[in-house]
């Protein structure tokens, strides 16, 4: 086969569902450079923090210090947990301007 499979469907069928139908609703000019920024953003800083927190976790953790390093283990899952809910920021968008175009 030439194209990986997802659950029986090819990764290129799933392409044209990834991203927002902008075209529904009105304004979308607006709503589609302020939903671009803050995902961009909030992937830009969670990436970020998940680089810190891991380096001060190996840090902490190569010195013995274990209150950093279970501080940062901390840090490490919260902007891991950001960084999934601004991926899912986009299915959320998604089926807002699904709703909204159906009103």
């Known amino acids: 086969m030439d194209e990986a ?3 029986g469907m ?3 069928g799933l392409t044209p569902l990834v991203g927002p139908d902008f075209g ?3 304004g979308s000019s607006q709503l589609r450079a ?4 803050l995902l961009t953003y909030g992937l830009i800083v969670a ?3 998940i680089v810190i927190c891991a380096a001060t976790w190996a840090i902490g953790s190569a010195h013995g210090s274990w209150q ?3 501080k940062s283990k901390t840090g490490l899952f919260v902007a ?3 960084a999934v809910l601004t991926g899912a920021a986009l ?3 998604n089926w807002l301007l699904d709703v909204g175009a159906s009103l």
Do not use: K, R
């Open 5 to 7: 499979h997802l659950f």
């Open 10 to 12: 090819t990764i290129s």
């Open 24 to 26: 529904a609703v009105g």
């Open 34 to 37: 302020i939903v671009g920024a």
């Open 47 to 49: 990436v970020l923090m």
């Open 68 to 70: 950093t390093a279970s």
């Open 80 to 82: 891991l947990g950001g």
């Open 91 to 93: 299915a959320w968008t």
